[in-house]
């Protein structure tokens, strides 16, 4: 194994990383600079959308200072090559491809590969990456984690999918190390929803990974 990656700083304090997959991406500054003012501080924003490459350097130089972006839905060699010329924190996958694993490895950016099983997720936390994405955890549950924690005890997970504020509060308290975590925030944020009623999830999410929710 070569020596172990780090999370970004502020992704690893904040546990919670948001995903944000949309039809375009010009619908990312409204969403992200509410979510900001709300205490956001790591966006996942997904190749699925539309243009995020063209996009991306822009938005490092808007929001870098404040908040970690990284690029997520990372499937080839050349997504990473293309995410670290842009200026992105760190990269996500949804899969356990050790070619890209490898090629993030080669040009040090922090990489959070995707897996279900423990075969999977071994095959990419044995290759000294920053953290595993658990997909899809809405399928598991956080009682997976205990049982991954039998043979990985120094396993550092991350659960994506379904995670909304109550699998939050269990992924966290069972000891994942950040949430991913993408429509039970956004809603319809990426629709003309309210802008508002995006904050105030945004908040309380901030809250449940940061501990201080009182519920």
Not at 123 to 152: C, E, H, I
Not at 169 to 183: C, D, I, N, P, Q
């Amino acid at each position: 194994m070569s020596q172990r990656q780090t999370l970004p700083q502020r992704t690893a304090a904040a546990r919670l990383i948001v995903v944000i997959r949309g039809e375009s991406a010009a619908d990312y500054v409204p969403v992200i600079d509410t979510m900001i003012e709300a205490g956001v501080r790591s966006f996942e924003l997904t190749l699925t959308t539309p243009r995020t490459f063209a996009a991306l350097p822009g938005l490092v130089e808007r929001y870098g200072a404040r908040a970690d972006i990284g690029i997520g839905t990372v499937t080839r060699p050349v997504d990473v090559d293309a995410a670290v010329d842009g200026g992105a924190h760190y990269l996500v996958t949804p899969v356990s491809d050790l070619t890209v694993v490898d090629r993030a490895l080669e040009r040090d950016i922090a990489i959070v590969p995707g897996g279900l099983t423990p075969t999977e997720l071994f095959s990419t936390w044995n290759r000294g990456v920053a953290a595993v994405k658990l997909f899809p955890a809405g399928q598991v549950g956080a009682g997976y984690l205990k049982d991954l924690r039998g043979p990985f005890p120094d396993l550092t997970v991350i659960p994506s999918g379904g995670v909304d504020l109550e699998a939050a509060r269990a992924w966290l308290s069972a000891g994942a190390a950040a949430v991913s975590v993408g429509g039970p925030l956004l809603g319809d944020a990426l629709k003309g929803g309210e802008l508002g009623a995006l904050a105030a999830r945004a908040r309380r999410f901030v809250e449940v990974c940061a501990g201080s929710d009182t519920e």
